[in-house]
């Protein structure tokens, strides 16, 4: 059989002083630290075979992509289905104890976590990711892509293969910044998932994230 692999990344280290919560907002770019991890992520699959770079279209996921498409020569493919998810919170400091999650006027945003209420339903995410990675498994049939999406795309569309409930504790998010969630396919089958911290590990709600 054909062995192809996907690796989904999240994103690198975001400069944002202020904290919020910035989801699909632009001009949000990656922090020096981000541009170190993205550095970090491209040395190590240097060696890879590499042939083609997908990535969302925020600046954050395009600055992490331009150093793994440099090390290989390619052009980095836009995708808008690896986005971030929607959430109505955008733009604000939802952190515990001074966030807009202590305003009355909020709660009604929260009354359903299994969907959720407060953004993008969790299964057409994972529908979505499902779709971005099948495409790119099909474009580097043979040979290894990379994704650069967001940790909760990247962490909904891994519960998603591995048959787990959608919905899910945010603080247990297995998915550091600039991490790799590697999917392993024999021609079409997914055989396996290997997940990797190559830039180290990093607090799942850090508002740099």
Same mark, same amino acid.
């Given at each position: 059989?054909?062995?192809?692999?996907?690796?989904?990344?999240?994103?690198?280290?975001?400069?944002?002083?202020?904290?919020?919560?910035?989801?699909?907002?632009?001009?949000?770019?990656?922090?020096?630290?981000? $541009?170190?991890?993205?550095?970090?992520?491209?040395?190590?699959?240097?060696?890879?075979?590499?042939?083609?770079?997908?990535?969302?279209?925020?600046?954050?996921?395009?600055?992490?992509?331009?150093?793994?498409?440099?090390?290989?020569?390619?052009? =980095?493919?836009?995708?808008?289905?690896? =986005?971030?998810?929607?959430?109505?919170?955008?733009?604000?400091? =939802?952190?515990?104890?001074?966030?807009?999650?202590?305003?009355?006027?909020?709660?009604?945003? *929260?009354?359903?976590?299994?969907?959720?209420?407060?953004?993008?339903?969790? =299964?057409?995410?994972?529908?979505?990711?499902?779709?971005?990675?099948?495409?790119?498994?099909?474009?580097?049939?043979?040979?290894?892509?990379?994704?650069?999406?967001?940790?909760?795309? $990247?962490?909904?569309?891994?519960?998603?293969?591995?048959?787990?409930?959608?919905?899910?504790?945010?603080?247990?998010?297995?998915?550091? *910044?600039?991490?790799?969630?590697? *999917?392993?396919?024999?021609?079409?089958?997914?055989?396996?998932?290997?997940?990797?911290?190559?830039?180290?590990?990093?607090?799942? *709600?850090?508002?740099?994230?």
């Amino acid at each position: 059989m054909e062995r192809t692999i996907v690796h989904m990344m999240r994103h690198g280290e975001v400069h944002n002083p202020d904290g919020i919560l910035y989801g699909r907002l632009p001009n949000f770019r990656l922090s020096e630290n981000g $541009v170190a991890q993205a550095r970090t992520v491209a040395d190590v699959l240097a060696g890879h075979d590499i042939t083609h770079v997908f990535a969302s279209p925020l600046q954050r996921a395009q600055e992490t992509a331009t150093p793994i498409a440099a090390e290989h020569g390619l052009t =980095i493919e836009t995708d808008d289905r690896l =986005i971030e998810a929607e959430n109505v919170f955008e733009g604000l400091r =939802i952190s515990v104890g001074d966030g807009a999650l202590r305003r009355p006027r909020h709660w009604a945003k *929260l009354r359903d976590p299994f969907t959720p209420s407060w953004g993008e339903p969790y =299964i057409q995410l994972a529908h979505r990711m499902l779709a971005a990675a099948n495409r790119a498994r099909e474009a580097a049939a043979g040979h290894e892509a990379v994704c650069v999406s967001h940790q909760l795309p $990247v962490y909904t569309l891994r519960r998603f293969l591995e048959g787990q409930r959608l919905w899910h504790d945010p603080r247990s998010r297995q998915c550091a *910044l600039a991490s790799l969630t590697s *999917l392993m396919f024999d021609g079409d089958a997914l055989v396996d998932i290997v997940y990797s911290e190559p830039a180290g590990s990093s607090d799942p *709600l850090a508002t740099g994230a």
